[in-house]
């Protein structure tokens, strides 16, 4: 049994060394392999040439050469998202009221990076007469005349009070409410309609909720007028202006005492939140067939928030409110300058002393666009080329990429050197000819591209091209890149 | 029992035995190979070469192909490069097989570019063999103010050349859009033939 073992292990060890001999002659024959190889030598040398064959701009849509003449973008219609350019105009020579958060948020986006608008308190002062609405009749010294209240209007001799004696009273006399609660008092002033035969003092007492206070007295005049006992510091809050009522004191045994009205005066500041901020654009492309102004609300304060034009010479309205999400309207009517400007206004400005509304924008554009299949069609001189080097060529276009093809119904394009050279069609959104014909560019020539277009839809195509330039004769051939954007 | 007598034993000498001799026939056929190659290399002369291409003496430039008696070193001068436009140069030269079977070939760097990289865009060269798989390129690009060159030998083709075929190399050049007029840069690669 073990000799048996030991016979095993010998053919083991035979098979191990075997195998182990072939990889190592593996190796060598792989590098003996890859070694032998000779080399044959290309030696070349490159110059820096101008170009052959200038692009120029045509006189149909818009193009853009770039440098060198060497390539260039045809835009066929336009398409343009023009964002809102600056917050420092003044057109209307008023001041801007209310705050931007963060103007540049309006001009980028939709990135949920708000401007938010904030309306800004301007206190609008304002006074507010309160006059006699009743009279309790508990101090019964001077003479009635008419009915209660007596003092609540100047009309004497139908209502009114009189007295003639020394330190004589009348009263109590209660005041219409305010009705206000958080506007700022500034003055309070008892003002009392009356006259004296004799110009003597009338002495008023005002109650401040807790007791009587005497406001001094003043001489009434032989005619009548508004006599003013000064209550500021004893009415200080609208509690008690509300709660105030008065009566009155002759301070003199001589004359007659005559008073037909009475009333507080109260001169108090108002909130008022308003908001009234201008954007401007600079360089805007006026003269295309649609021109909508867009402007992307967040999160909307209660108050309407208005969006005004400027004509030139005034505001004009062309939003009551906006929306969260977009809000466009057509400003064709509008725009016909590169300047244009539009206003965020509160639609509340008088006496809007409710909240402190606030509107977040996220960004506020123009977009201005025409179609280019929406005319004729036809686009005669997109594009020139000139031929530079007194040479003779071959030239042809190759479409080689392209995006949003489907919406273009027809898109021809064609090169002219005497006769029309048909070198890439699209029909129905699909490639029909996609390389021209090379066709003879000679010494100093200047051929021009046309193009027809139809579309189905709105939006912007793109046909990336070659324009091939080929030496007669010869395989050696140079490419322009050539862009035709379709709107 | 004796186990030399059992019939497995005789079966696992015979198995050894072959395995031997396959071995000792499978070292003898790689080592004879070998040597076959080595003594092809060193007898004849060059069965691979450059050619003229039908785009020699023809414009821009025009480049011009000079070829050593041998045609073994293909000098190529008149080459130009537009400004921000591709120039190929597709028939100025081939590599030509005028051997009886198959040869292996690849591109590789010999001396890289070393001036004016702010004129140049890039100069590739294209092995533009007939099956899209065996095709190879040597790119040397330009960031504008440094050169970028292949560090190394593209791989080996596969189907290769076959006889009496010919594959021409192909070049493109492009210049900086700002490029200065003139200016030039020297690129020399070889074609390695296996």
Redesign the interface.
Known sequence: ?I??RR??R??YR??WG?LA??IL??F??QN??GS?????????????????VELQAGTAGTSTI???G??ALVSLGNDVIDYVDNNTSDVDNSTDVGTHSNFTAQQYGLDSINDTLTEENNPANDTIWLYINADDETRTDWTRVGTNPYLDAIDYPTNFVNASGNNLQVGDFNFTDSGKSTETIDSVTVQIYGQQSNSKDLEVFVWNGSAWISLGVQTLTTSWRWENYTATTILDTWTKIDGAKIYLVSKSAAGTFEVDCARLQVDYTNPNYELDLEVQWTTVDYDESNEFLCIYGGTMGAENITVDVWNGTGWENVRSDLNSGWNNVSVSSYLDSSNFTIRFKGDIETFDNATQDTWDIDATLLHVWTEAGSGSGDFNYVLNMTEK?N?NWKVRLKAYDNSSLSRLDNCSIYIYNGSNSTQIIILNGAYNQQTGPWIDLNASDTEYTWMHVETSSTGTSYVYAYLEIR?P????????IITFKIT | MN??N?PA?KT?KL??LL??S??IA??SA??Y??LT??ST?TVYA?N???IEG??NN???GP?ILTLDSTN??????G?????????????V?L?YNNGGSASQLRL?P??DPST?PE??VY?K?LLNATTAGDRRWLNYTSDGSSWTSPGSATSWTTTGLGASAMWP?V?M?K?N??????????????????
Request: net charge neutral; glycine share 2%; aromatic share 12%.
């Open positions: 049994m000799k048996y016979e095993f010998r053919i035979s098979i075997a001999l072939l002659l593996g060598l024959l003996v392999a032998v190889y000779y080399s044959l030598l290309m030696e070349s040398s490159m110059a820096v040439s101008s170009a052959p770039y440098t060198n060497t390539s080097h040479s030496v004769n010869s395989t050696v051939y140079a490419r322009y | 186990l030399k059992l034993k696992m198995l050894a395995l031997t396959l071995l499978s070292v790689f080592t190979y070998s190659i080595s290399i060059a691979v070469y450059f039908t785009d023809t414009g821009p480049v073994t070193t293909a000098t190529i001068t080459l130009v490069a537009y400004k921000n436009a591709s120039l190929t140069y597709t028939n030269t590599v590789a010999y001396t004016n004129d140049f100069v060269f190399v070049i050049t210049a859009a700002t490029a200065t007029a003139s200016q030039t840069v020297d690129i020399a690669i070889t074609v390695d033939v296996q």
